[in-house]
């Protein structure tokens, strides 16, 4: 199963740039070729938002993330649980899920910033890099 | 007594007028600001004595640990995130509160200690001197504040010159106070953090009184503000170049001839408005 941050709960959403701030996930099972959303738990958490989002990716059983960027501490826990990740711009979900398909994202493997996507979000808005 | 020096917005002066008023009421002096603790640098206390802060951290001994993961839901903080194979610590997040072994019924969690800061205490010209100083890198001061404030005597007069802003370290810091000093300077930012202190210390029920720093004569903001709302203002301290000189050089304003004056006329006020001798 691949697990997208999203900003909407449908695959023609945009992908979320942020990680553990992101609105929803958007699963996608392979086999099936069907998609699932479900609000991030912990999207509004006061700290360790990465941590909570990364143990709701694992207690859901994805195998990969589709994501803009990872955080430090949410980095170490998807590897520590063998889960991979993989950097998406800023396109749809049912996009994000193509490319990956195609071999055309390339793998986050190494963290990025710590609050990233607070940057310019909490003090002026997210910056795609 | 014990009054605490606040403000609400950073820069207005609440270490100035901290370690001024200290020598001036010649009590303690407590710096709580443990994340940028400036007072010592006016102060410079002698024969220093310093004493870490520990915090406790959970260690998990997989010979008795399930993986149930009942420790990480337990965690308010998301400290802990377990895998198929291990519980991860993140310790920056980790308040030491033990919620994490009080949920574990395997008993598979135990506690170590690491340092997050350091509380140094001295003297200087006849004054106790205190401080609190957080590691570089650690996100949490709270613990080093109440640790530092653990070494306050219940007899003894302190002035508790507070963390900027209206979050968990003004609030510890405020428990431990009688009274508080609100310490603005008469810009729109100033009045608007201004705002959010006071509704703080009416929220704790604190009694406290205000004070203008660094003006040019032109309080209005602050005075009307303070009269709308029934708020003590007792003073305005100027602005002037000799007093920046001498502040940036580290010195105390209370080797400026009106400024001592000035102090002078707050402690008397200050102890008028709070009762205090």
């Known amino acids: ?129 | 007594m014990k009054l605490c020096i606040l403000s609400g917005k950073g820069g207005t002066g609440k270490t100035t007028l901290a370690v001024n008023l200290a020598y001036t009421l010649n009590c303690a002096y407590y710096d709580c600001d443990v994340e940028e603790p400036n007072g010592f640098i006016f102060l410079n206390p002698m024969a220093v004595s310093a004493e870490e802060t520990l915090v406790d951290y959970p260690c998990v001994d997989y010979s008795l640990c399930t993986l149930c993961k009942d420790c990480v839901t337990a965690c308010q903080f998301n400290a802990l995130a377990a895998t198929k194979k291990e519980i991860l610590l993140f310790k920056e997040l980790c308040h030491g509160c033990h919620a994490c072994s009080l949920a574990c019924s395997e008993g598979a969690i135990t506690f170590a200690k690491r340092a997050v800061g350091v509380v140094e205490k001295g003297r200087s010209n006849g004054i106790f001197a205190a401080r609190g100083v957080l590691n570089i890198g650690e996100p949490m001061a709270v613990p080093v504040i109440k640790h530092l404030l653990k070494q306050l005597k219940s007899s003894e007069d302190a002035i508790l010159d507070c963390a900027p802003g209206t979050s968990c370290n003004a609030v510890t810091t405020l428990r431990h106070a009688d009274a508080a000093l609100i310490v603005t300077e008469p810009t729109v930012f100033g009045l608007n953090d201004m705002e959010i202190a006071v509704e703080l210390l009416n929220h704790v029920g604190l009694p406290f009184a205000a004070l203008v720093n660094k003006s040019r004569g032109e309080d209005s903001l602050i005075t009307e503000y303070c009269g709308k709302n029934g708020i003590n203002l007792l003073g305005v301290i100027p602005f002037s170049k000799e007093a920046a000189i001498a502040y940036s050089k580290g010195k105390l304003l209370l080797e400026l001839p009106e400024y001592k004056l000035a102090f002078e006329a707050l402690s008397k006020q200050l102890k008028e408005a709070f009762a205090w001798n």
């Open chain 1, 1 to 129: 199963m691949i697990a997208i941050s999203s900003t909407g709960n449908t695959e023609s959403a945009l992908s979320d740039p942020r990680f553990g701030r992101c609105e929803y996930f958007a699963l996608y099972e392979p086999k099936t070729e069907t998609y699932t959303f479900i609000e991030n738990k912990a999207q509004s958490a006061s700290g360790g938002a990465g941590i909570a989002a990364s143990q709701q990716i694992i207690d859901l059983g994805a195998e990969v993330v589709l994501t803009g960027n990872l955080g430090p501490n949410a980095y170490n826990v998807l590897k520590g649980a063998g889960i991979r990740a993989f950097r998406t711009s800023a396109v749809l979900v049912s996009e994000a899920v193509e490319l990956y398909k195609a071999g055309r994202l390339s793998p986050l493997d190494e963290a990025g910033d710590a609050h990233a996507g607070m940057r310019k979000g909490f003090r002026g808005g997210f910056e795609n890099k």
